[in-house]
């Protein structure tokens, strides 16, 4: 059974940091993209970073570049997401997803792909 399972969300200060994890099971993580998304209430879902099934590509919203890391530790079979420079529009539930593509795929259509397993989400949420 393919299965998502996040952690690490919490309450923390703007400028803070936070580490997510997304550990897989019933899959390889090297095996598919993943990605992590965000939902705000009221707001659209958004895709905030995902990372090639090679990792040799990684993609990441104009809103997170440079404050987001998106890594990948195959022996753990997790895929993490440091969150640092915290800001109150940082707060929405996070998700992580997998797909498994066959091919190449550009590094900005990444998050565009049509996902098909999820996490149940971990609310983050960022104080000013």
């Known amino acids: 059974e393919v299965q998502l399972v996040e952690s690490g969300g919490g309450l923390v200060q703007a400028g803070g940091s936070l580490r997510l994890s997304c550990a897989a099971s019933g899959f390889r993580v090297s095996d598919r993209v993943i990605g992590w998304f965000r939902q705000a209430p009221g707001k659209e879902r958004e895709g905030v970073s995902c990372i090639s099934s090679s990792a040799g590509s990684t993609y990441y919203a104009d809103s997170v570049k440079g404050r987001f890391t998106v890594s990948r530790d195959n022996a753990k079979n997790t895929v993490y997401l440091q969150m640092n420079s915290l800001k109150p529009e940082d707060t929405a539930v996070y998700y992580c997803?997998?797909?498994?593509?066959?091919?190449?795929?550009?590094?900005?259509?990444?998050?565009?792909?049509?996902?098909?397993?999820w996490g149940q989400g971990t609310q983050v949420t960022v104080s000013s």
């Open positions: 997803a997998a797909v498994y593509l066959v091919g190449w795929v550009p590094t900005g259509a990444l998050c565009r792909q049509d996902f098909d397993s």
